[in-house]
Structure formats: structure tokens, C-alpha cells
């Protein structure tokens, strides 16, 4: 009997936390059935030394307001190839191998895509002004799916020498802390223009012997402006 009643009051206690969250959330969303879609264009910068480079893009959002100040957004990016070179050397297996050293160029491009989810705050207004502007600041975490694609200036024998790239596609991973402050202006109709600076910070480095520098890159900050429909 006591192991029956000692089972029972702990799940009784649990039951009850858990009905205790849950009415907490029900009311949130209750009181605040807020919901938005927000669509951008956008520049990126990818600011790693040896993988400089410009690209355009679009962001599509998913923005859940649990109040008129605090939100949870999902998103999803894509952007365009980035172009950039480096100035490589391919060395020989062998010391009998002549030449000892080919130096040359290999022409890469990047093209980035990414999912984020985050906590969104207003520091400024909210997201359901009607006049004036709001400035706003967001964190979260997000997946950074690339795609490589590298081209030699001259042809290697890989059986030969010890190359520093290879050459050919390759898809690569990144795990992201994802930074960003926009503001925002009513335009009407429940219409809001904003502009927002973004940066991409990766804590993780999955090496790929065809990206040439591995080390926290891609590192990239973007510049986006759009339209955000709250319904």
C-alpha cells in the first residue's frame, strides 16, 4: 500500500506542474493569438579572411507573438552564389617527384542556405503600433546548409601531390548563433517595412577538405529589408 501511494503522489505532483504550464501557455496564447509573415531581400558579406565575398538573398519568416513585445520566429534563407579565389600551393609526395611545388588558383563559390529559430524582443514600440516606429533585437539558433563548388586553374594528380582544396562540389553543415537588430514603421493595412542588420556566428567546423579555410566560416553579416503581415 505505501509503494502504491508513494507512486501515486509523485504522478499526482507532476500531473499537476504540468497542468499548472500549461494553463500558463493556454492563457498566453489566448490573450495573445498573434501571428506574422515577413518576406525579404537581402546582401551578404562573408568577412573571412581568404573567403571574402558578396551574395543576394531572401528570407521568408514565421513570427510568433506571445505578447506585443516578445516573440519566437522561424525562418528560412537562401542566397546566391558567393565568388572568391585562393592563391594555393600543391606539394609532392615524393622527393623524387619534379616539380617539388605547383602553385595555382582556385576559383570557389559559396552558396549558402539556413534555418533559425529564436526569441524576438521590442525595445522599442511593439509589433502592433499603429504609428511611429519600433526598434526590435533577436538571438537564436539556427542550421547553415552550404554548398562548395571548387575549380582549379591547372590539373593536379592528387596521386602525385598534397593538395590544400580539392577540387569538385561538396555540400557542408555549420551550427549557427544568429545575432540580429532591425527596426520597423507601419505602412497601413496591418503592413510593416523593416530593414535589419544579421550576423551568422558558427560554432562548429565540420572540416571539408574543399572548404580551404575551415575554421569559424563561413562568417557572414547581412543587410535585409521586407515586409511583415501581422494577421
Given amino acids: ?37 515577413a518576406t525579404d531581400l537581402g546582401v551578404q558579406r ?25 516573440a519566437v520566429y522561424i525562418w528560412f534563407s537562401y542566397y546566391s552564389n558567393g565568388n572568391f579565389r585562393n592563391d594555393v600551393t600543391a606539394t609532392a609526395k615524393s622527393p623524387l617527384t619534379v616539380p ?3 602553385s595555382y588558383i582556385n576559383r570557389a563559390q559559396m552558396r ?32 547553415l546548409l552550404g554548398r562548395i563548388q ?26 549557427t548563433v544568429d545575432l540580429g537588430l532591425g527596426g520597423e514603421v507601419p505602412i497601413g493595412g496591418d503592413f510593416y517595412l523593416y530593414i535589419e542588420g544579421r550576423a551568422w556566428l558558427p560554432t562548429t567546423d ?6 580551404f579555410v575551415n575554421n569559424n566560416a563561413p562568417l557572414v553579416g547581412m543587410l535585409n529589408g521586407g515586409l511583415r503581415l501581422r494577421f
Fill in 150 to 175: 571548387n575549380i582549379h586553374t591547372v590539373a593536379i594528380d592528387t596521386t602525385l601531390y598534397n593538395v590544400p582544396v580539392f577540387s569538385g562540389k561538396a555540400n557542408f553543415k555549420r551550427l
Fill in 100 to 102: 617539388q611545388e605547383i
Fill in 1 to 37: 500500500m505505501c509503494n502504491i501511494a508513494g507512486r501515486f503522489f509523485p504522478l499526482a505532483k507532476r500531473l499537476t506542474i504540468l497542468l499548472f504550464f500549461c494553463s500558463l501557455f493556454s492563457e498566453a496564447f489566448c490573450q495573445y493569438p498573434e501571428f506574422s509573415l
Fill in 46 to 70: 562573408n568577412f573571412k579572411k581568404e573567403q571574402h565575398y558578396w551574395s543576394f538573398g531572401h528570407t521568408v519568416q514565421a513570427i510568433f507573438h506571445f505578447t506585443p513585445k516578445e
Fill in 112 to 143: 549558402p542556405k539556413h534555418f533559425s529559430v529564436g526569441y524576438k524582443k521590442y525595445l522599442k514600440g511593439s509589433q502592433e503600433i499603429e504609428k511611429g516606429w519600433s526598434l526590435y533585437a533577436y538571438a537564436g539558433f539556427g542550421l
Fill in 206 to 211: 565540420y572540416p571539408s577538405k574543399f572548404i
